[in-house]
């Protein structure tokens, strides 16, 4: 009988030894994957929307003058006096951007 319960706490304490290393697993994974950035610039007033397209502009020159990989540029209306600008990127090439651009703000994205 002793026998029996000691067998059965060792395959639980096994259990619970696989378990936590798989859990172990799973942070490692996500904490050394890239995650991607959304970089925001905020444009507001009557002439929002210009501001913003041209600003686009300056984003996509920015991204072939410093040979950007994995991005994506692109414009949202919030509403008529406010739209913004914004480039998604993985984590790697976000100082560079962030330090010579200067975004009003950032956010991560799946």
Request: charged share 35%.
């Given at each position: 009988m002793l026998q029996k319960f000691l067998n059965k706490k060792e395959a639980s304490q096994k259990k619970k030894t696989?378990?936590?290393?798989?859990?172990?697993?799973?942070?490692?994974?996500?904490?050394?994957?890239?995650?991607?950035?959304?970089?925001?610039?905020?444009?507001?007033?009557?002439?929002?929307?210009?501001i913003a397209e041209h600003y686009l502009i300056h984003l996509d020159e920015f991204i072939v003058r410093e040979k950007l990989e994995n991005h994506k540029t692109g414009i949202e209306h919030v509403n008529d006096s406010y739209v913004i600008a914004y480039m998604t990127?993985?984590?790697?090439?976000?100082?560079?951007?962030?330090?010579?651009?200067?975004?009003?703000?950032?956010?991560?994205?799946d």
């Open positions: 696989a378990d936590n290393e798989l859990l172990l697993e799973n942070i490692t994974a996500k904490l050394t994957t890239e995650r991607n950035i959304k970089l925001i610039w905020d444009f507001r007033g009557p002439d929002a929307k210009k990127l993985s984590e790697k090439g976000m100082i560079l951007v962030r330090d010579s651009l200067k975004p009003h703000r950032g956010e991560y994205i």
